[in-house]
């Protein structure tokens, strides 16, 4: 990208819009996608964000930083309001095979996730975070933000996403092991039957690596 992309942007570029589209639309779309647990959803989400985006254009601060967390803290925006009413949010995300940034967060853990059970239950229980646990789990780890970039694209002071985030990792632990411990106390499946989240762990890897539509 070129660098004045941000200023002329701000100026109504549609060339320079469409470079910012090409660069960050699969970063908003999987934003999103974490964020509600649900592909048609995240890509009404992705177009939300990119069509809010150009109507407030005008907004955006002069500079020449990325201008990815802005994106990302409109998507977070829209996501919030798509889950807006929903009773349990990110059921689906929580039956799908993880993201391949998590291997960040076994990285960080290690000894603590270090196996195929612990990363299922990581998947399994990451929907029973608070949504701001969520997002910033989701700035910071998945999508490589830094606190300060975090803050931005959330609209809160730095201080407060490093405190979400530590308590976020640390709840996902404690949610991570809890999981673990119920399924040794879980009574032996039939033979031949199969859970619906069993299944759903089965299916090949393509989360967040499909083009957004």
């Known amino acids: 990208m070129s660098d004045d992309l941000r200023a002329r942007v701000r100026a109504g570029d549609r060339e320079a819009f469409a470079e910012l589209y090409a660069a960050y639309a699969r970063a908003v779309y999987n934003h999103a996608y974490r964020l509600t647990g649900d592909w048609s959803v995240a890509e009404e989400v992705m177009g939300d964000t990119f069509l809010d985006a150009w109507r407030t254009r005008a907004q955006l601060e ?33 039956r799908r095979p993880a993201p ?26 990451y929907g029973r975070l608070r949504r701001g646990e969520q997002e910033v789990l989701a700035l910071c780890v998945w999508s490589g933000l830094d606190y300060a970039q975090a803050a931005q694209a959330l609209g809160i002071p730095v201080g407060t996403v490093r ?33 619906r989240e069993a299944a759903f ?9 499909e083009e957004p539509r």
Request: proline share 6%; aromatic share 4%.
């Open 62 to 94: 002069p500079g020449d930083g990325t201008l990815k967390p802005w994106l990302l803290g409109v998507a977070t925006n829209k996501a919030r309001n798509a889950n807006r009413g929903i009773g349990r949010r990110l059921a689906f995300l929580a």
């Open 100 to 125: 391949a940034p998590v291997a960040d967060f076994a990285d960080e853990t290690a000894g603590r996730i270090d196996d195929a059970r612990r990363l299922a239950a990581v998947r399994t229980v």
């Open 163 to 195: 405190s979400r985030l530590s308590r976020a990792r640390a709840r996902l632990r404690k949610l991570a092991d809890q999981r673990l411990a119920e399924e040794k106390t879980e009574p032996p499946r039939r033979r031949g039957e199969v859970q």
């Open 201 to 209: 762990a089965a299916l090949p890897y393509q989360e967040f690596q």
